[in-house]
């Protein structure tokens, strides 16, 4: 069911197509938009691996002349005859009928003469022009993570400009008359928001920084402005609180009048049925339930994947593991029923029993892992292996 709900965003969201040019030094993390090849081999030329002497290996246990050093940096071809050999810097250019470097540390060197071993490996030493990379290879692939590693093959090539997917601008608000800030003072009557805080740090650890814009009284004029002044900066909106069918669940009839389109108006999953989405052009619109628990999961499930299908993630969005589960349960049909638990040892045992509702936060906060029951499930057994996912 929730893979059927992300299709159902998936297929409204693949064609945007937000990209920029970006430099090297500002890419880390990024995510290539498109294919990167190699533009030179590498090595571009055959060299040196380590400081030493350049020879051919049939001379193996002879004497052999020093004809001179050869330096890195330096461009012109060096050749040697048969009782010839080079000393040789790391990186320098291999000269033409050597095939082997014998190490400095391993060297018997006496009066410009080197006494070769009679036992070295052919080719030890050498590095062979684009016995790494060949030009016109692919390097870095659509998708891929711009990893400090890959970040370094690119400079080898002397590529500093990539073509990366650009993150969306991302704004979070809730909305709620009886909220209030955590540095603001609440009666016992008044609610602490801890949905924004939670979301906001989810969105970060995740790669995505967004901006929070507040709490939004639950009065359609505010509410409508709210998403006017988002819709100016933003492409993501995330809001929660007003998606159930309250007497002051305004956000659906709002976003319809500013031409949005509602991609689904609730999902099958206990805890976070009244979760919506809205999409118009390249701006999309989350409504999360009010309830916290609610309100995490399903920005855990259906938000954080939107955002990496949006900039062309191809990593599992989802950590998954398989379990064994401890205890025995009871579930309703016809729903998924997202169950929190604790994984250790390969085992999976619910929070307090599974007795947790979408308004309660404790036992988020001790889970480790989410198992999603299929919607015909009945019941779980002591024992059974499943599927749970890693939480954040």
């Known amino acids: 069911m929730i893979n059927e709900t992300l299709n159902l965003i998936y297929n409204e969201i693949k064609s945007i197509n937000l990209k920029k040019i970006a430099l090297l030094n500002e890419a880390l993390n990024e995510i290539c938009a498109k294919d ?62 050597a095939d082997t470097v014998l190490r400095t540390e391993d060297a018997n060197v006496k009066n410009n003469v080197l006494f070769l071993p009679n036992e070295i490996k052919k080719f030890d030493g050498y590095r062979l022009k684009g016995e790494e990379v060949t030009k016109g290879k692919i390097l870095i692939k659509k998708g ?54 939670g979301i906001e740090a ?39 609180g007003g998606a159930s069918a309250g007497d002051k669940d305004y956000m659906d009839e709002i976003l319809k009048d500013f031409g949005f389109r509602e991609i689904f108006d609730h999902v099958n999953i206990k805890p976070g049925r009244p979760t919506k989405c809205f999409i118009k052009d390249e701006k999309i619109v989350f409504v999360l339930a009010g309830n916290p628990t609610a309100a995490y999961l399903l920005a855990f499930l259906l938000v954080i994947p939107t955002l990496k299908k949006l900039i062309n993630q191809n990593d599992d969005f989802f950590e998954i593991s398989k379990a064994k589960f401890s205890g025995n349960l009871k579930l309703k049909s016809g729903r998924i029923n997202a169950i929190l638990g604790i994984y250790d040892d390969f085992c999976f045992k619910v929070i307090d029993d599974n007795k947790f509702g979408s308004g309660t936060i404790s036992p988020l906060a001790k889970a480790t892992h989410l198992y999603l029951a299929d919607l015909d499930k009945k019941e779980l057994k002591d024992g059974e292996i499943i599927e749970i996912l890693k939480l954040d």
Not at 58 to 68: A, R
Not at 152 to 159: D, E, F, K, P, Y
Not at 222 to 239: G, H, L
């Open 144 to 197: 891929e993570i711009l990893t400090p590693r890959k970040i370094m093959l690119l400079a080898s090539q002397g590529i500093n400009e990539v073509e990366i997917y650009k993150k969306p601008k991302i704004a979070l608000f809730s909305s709620g008359d009886e909220l209030k800030e955590p540095w603001q003072k609440a009666d016992e009557y008044e609610i602490y928001n801890a949905n924004a805080s």
């Open 36 to 97: 990167i090849v190699a533009i030179k081999d590498l090595p571009c030329f055959d060299n040196s691996a380590l400081d030493g002497y350049a020879f051919n290996h049939k001379n193996v246990g002879k004497t052999l002349k020093i004809k001179g050093i050869i330096y890195a940096g330096e461009k012109k071809e060096f050749h040697l005859k048969d009782d010839e050999c080079y000393k040789i810097m790391t990186g320098a250019i291999m000269p033409k009928g």
């Open 202 to 240: 989810l969105l970060k650890n995740n790669g995505f920084e967004s901006k929070y814009l507040g709490i939004t009284k639950d009065e359609p004029l505010v509410i409508k402005e709210s998403f006017e002044n988002c819709f100016k900066e933003f492409d993501f909106v995330i809001t929660s």
